[in-house]
């Protein structure tokens, strides 16, 4: 007998597919500032949405749908309930930061042309869904997963989006005329922008610094550090250093 | 005065780059079955979890760490752990679903060569976050934003990754000896693959089909129809027939 072949192996993108994906990844940014008010395409608005959809979901749930809100009027009702929740919110802020909290843009629900607020249905597939036996959460990720698609499709398409979480969830609920088992994860502000800021605008106004991802590592239990070869470590610190720069060499 | 010029938008990506990233999201799977044991190698393990981290995060607060799991007796009390768990779940189904349910392959702890606990540091940033005031969950959203991006990265290595969710949460707490504050979210397993399959495999095996996305539109508010130009309806239609052949024309 023959030895048996090595297994066929599936291959990775083209050096230049893969860059193209990781400066996508890195590019993206959570927008408040950059609206600007070009219509977003329907076509555009399909694709994104259309990626969303092919999100993984446990038990092939696709707990997800999709509030489009472009109507003036819910728009203005939205900032409201932003409004009365962002002056709650400052108030847990103490001296400097305060201060510092109220200079933040953290919205754009007026300026951009497409509103668009990502909700999970608990109970989109029955009472007992494969893969979420143990932990009910999982539509709630399941549809994060979507959001995520969308964010970086968008990206793609030169438009921007903002997750808007400043909201008393009653609020939303109420306005959008959500059912019970309907749980409002993400409020979207999406349209196209000026431009995309180099930098998370968070990090660039000093709030809080990008942390090291060397220093998030552990080896097989909370704590374990990786032993003799360390070579995860070292390829990690060169590849955020890299990326800092808005890519990774493949 | 002249009249003032139209304002700057962002490009979006050339027709070629977008291709590449919708079909990168479209082949994007949940991988159970199909592990190969080619070692992955330090670079692009470096290279998928520094995507991860650039993931977006509410108040820029990067809540998640990474336990990389590689030493074989560690997976095999997480394996033990899986069994357990889902000896549990298949009771929880009835007659056919249960005998279907008991033929699905679920995880690929022990042939994948990774293994990776991304989790989610519910203290990383103080107990009050720019964004998190009104929705606590802010952070283990922006931890599934992380493992999505984390997914798509792999995808476009060659690698296949499989969130695992059948675990009693205390169990990997235990085994992974996690701090009370830190959750754990996705457990993935990461390797290479002899293939990804067409589509996922729980659509193949008839355990649940694809559903519609123009089913899952909403106007204005839950239930709010689309009214007479109906653009977006019909363009989201073409969008998923598209897609269902894995690319969305740009």
Redesign the interface.
């Known amino acids: 007998m023959p030895a048996s072949a090595p ?7 083209s050096a230049e ?2 860059d ?3 400066r ?3 590019a ?1 940014r ?1 927008v408040r500032s ?1 609206f ?3 219509p977003v395409d ?2 555009v ?3 994104i ?3 969303a ?4 979901s ?5 707990p ?8 003036p009027a ?1 728009k203005q009702r939205v900032h409201d309930a932003f409004n009365t ?1 962002n002056a ?2 400052a108030q ?2 103490d001296g400097d930061q305060r201060e510092i ?1 109220k200079t ?1 843009r ?1 919205e754009g629900i007026l300026e951009a042309p497409v509103n668009l607020c990502i909700t999970c249905d608990r109970d989109r ?1 029955g009472p ?1 869904v ?6 009910k ?2 539509d ?2 399941s549809t ?2 979507a ?3 969308l ?3 968008a990206r ?3 438009l ?1 989006v903002g ?1 808007v ?5 009653s609020a939303i609920r109420e ?5 019970e088992r ?1 749980m409002p ?2 409020y979207l502000c999406i349209g ?5 800021p180099d930098r ?1 605008e ?2 660039s106004a000093g ?2 610094a ?2 090291e ?1 060397k220093d ?9 550090e990786e032993g003799e070869s360390a ?2 470590t070292a ?2 610190q ?3 250093a890299q ?1 800092a720069r808005g890519a ?1 060499p ?1």
């Open positions: 297994p066929a192996v599936a291959p990775a993108l597919a893969r193209i994906i990781y996508n990844i890195l993206r959570d950059q600007v008010t070009t329907e076509a608005l399909a694709r949405l259309t990626a959809h092919f999100a993984p446990v038990g092939f749930m696709q997800w749908s999709f509030v489009l809100v472009r109507d819910v929740a709650e919110a847990m802020f909290y933040l953290l597939a007992v494969l893969g979420r036996t143990h932990l959460a999982m709630l990720y994060v997963c959001v995520q698609n964010w970086l499709a793609s398409e030169g921007g997750w979480s400043i909201f008393r969830q306005i959008l005329q959500l059912p309907i994860v993400a196209h922008v000026s431009h995309f998370p968070l990090e709030w809080r990008r942390l991802l998030l590592l552990h080896f097989d239990h909370w704590g374990g070579g995860l390829a990690v060169d590849a955020q990326a990774l493949t």
